[in-house]
């Protein structure tokens, strides 16, 4: 893909971080890495190309072609020199955020967009250095951020609507789907989601209903698939029937609330962790990581072309 002008740098190179740097690159962004990993950063980076270019959408481009606009910067400061957009992947470690944060905000040209990957912080919290604080914004992805869309966007009291529109309009350019939360909370909504379904997974194979192995086979064999086409309202809505959501909360989910109070609370202690891992182990342990990634791009990237091209055959806006 050519170059499109635009220069994005990427601070930390770990999981996320990586995903993010193949993902631009693909879309033609000039990226400049800063990461604590020294001289080992590139190798990294260059891994990840490896590993992650094959499964992007569209024609795969090839991963020596990706790293021409390639750059690792050791010195933050130099790599800001023009950039357009950092995104900013180091731990959820709040100092050592704010401290980033701080350099960031000296550093960076006025218009350039300060993002987050956050999961855990919020945009007053992350900007609680910065004389001019307006223009962090939380980019939340859902890993692996190379391939899968959503990206949740977070402004706090003191971020500039347009830094929200922008961030908007910037993750929409490489491929996103952004989506604007109304308010900060803890762990944004997919995270949430996520670990509310992980809890109820966890206490079904403490309780010995289904093993690791055969939760994750009653996952993509029912709500998977289902959620990969449409959300839990709009599922439940169908499931109501002709009288929509509405007949199904007051007849079918009738009994919804007293469900919840038969959910688990799983308490994470070492015996549970232990068989956890142990039938993890047996399921999947045995099958090395970038087999494992390797699988799941093809996988997620079938899933997703195949729905885009639904919507390419049918546009109306079901």
């Known amino acids: 893909m050519s170059d499109d002008g635009r220069v994005a740098v990427v601070v930390g190179a770990g999981t996320i971080g990586l995903g993010w740097v193949v993902l631009f690159l693909a879309h033609g962004l000039t990226v400049r890495v800063v990461s604590t990993r020294g001289a080992a950063a590139e190798g990294a980076v260059r891994d990840a190309l490896e590993l992650f270019a094959p499964g992007l959408p569209g024609h795969p481009v090839p991963p020596a072609r990706l790293a021409r606009r390639l750059e690792i910067v050791p010195e933050l400061e130099r790599a800001l020199d023009g950039a357009d957009v950092v995104q900013e992947n180091t731990p959820e470690n709040l100092e050592l955020k704010q401290g980033l944060f701080a350099r960031l905000g000296a550093g960076a040209d006025p218009r350039t967009l300060l993002l987050s990957s956050t999961s855990t912080l919020v945009p007053d919290e992350l900007s609680a250095r910065m004389a001019?604080?307006?223009?962090?914004?939380?980019?939340?992805?859902?890993?692996?951020?190379?391939?899968?869309?959503?990206?949740?966007?977070?402004?706090?009291?003191?971020?500039?609507?347009?830094?929200?529109?922008?961030?908007?309009?910037?993750?929409?350019?490489?491929?996103?789907?952004?989506?604007?939360?109304?308010?900060?909370?803890?762990?944004?909504?997919?995270?949430?989601?996520?670990?509310?379904?992980?809890?109820?997974?966890?206490?079904?194979?403490?309780?010995?209903?289904?093993?690791?192995?055969?939760?994750?086979?009653?996952?993509?064999?029912?709500?998977?698939?289902?959620?990969?086409?449409?959300g839990p309202f709009r599922s439940f809505h169908l499931g109501g029937g002709e009288?929509?959501?509405?007949?199904?909360?007051?007849?079918?989910?009738?009994?919804?609330?007293?469900?919840?109070?038969?959910?688990?609370?799983?308490?994470?202690?070492?015996?549970?962790?232990?068989?956890?891992?142990?039938?993890?182990?047996?399921?999947?342990?045995?099958?090395?990581y970038r087999d494992l990634a390797a699988r799941r791009d093809v996988l997620l990237r079938t899933v997703l072309e195949a729905l885009d091209r639904v919507r390419e055959d049918d546009p109306a806006p079901l």
């Open 243 to 288: 009288g929509g959501l509405r007949r199904w909360l007051t007849t079918l989910g009738a009994g919804l609330q007293k469900g919840w109070q038969e959910l688990g609370e799983p308490v994470l202690d070492d015996d549970t962790i232990e068989l956890l891992l142990a039938q993890a182990e047996e399921a999947f342990g045995d099958i090395p």
């Open 132 to 230: 001019a604080p307006g223009r962090v914004v939380v980019g939340h992805p859902f890993n692996p951020p190379h391939l899968v869309p959503l990206v949740e966007v977070v402004g706090g009291t003191r971020t500039d609507p347009d830094a929200v529109a922008g961030a908007v309009r910037f993750y929409e350019s490489v491929g996103k789907v952004p989506v604007v939360l109304r308010r900060p909370i803890m762990a944004f909504a997919a995270n949430r989601l996520q670990s509310a379904l992980l809890r109820e997974a966890i206490h079904l194979v403490r309780e010995g209903v289904v093993t690791v192995g055969e939760l994750d086979e009653v996952v993509t064999a029912s709500v998977g698939p289902r959620w990969a086409t449409m």
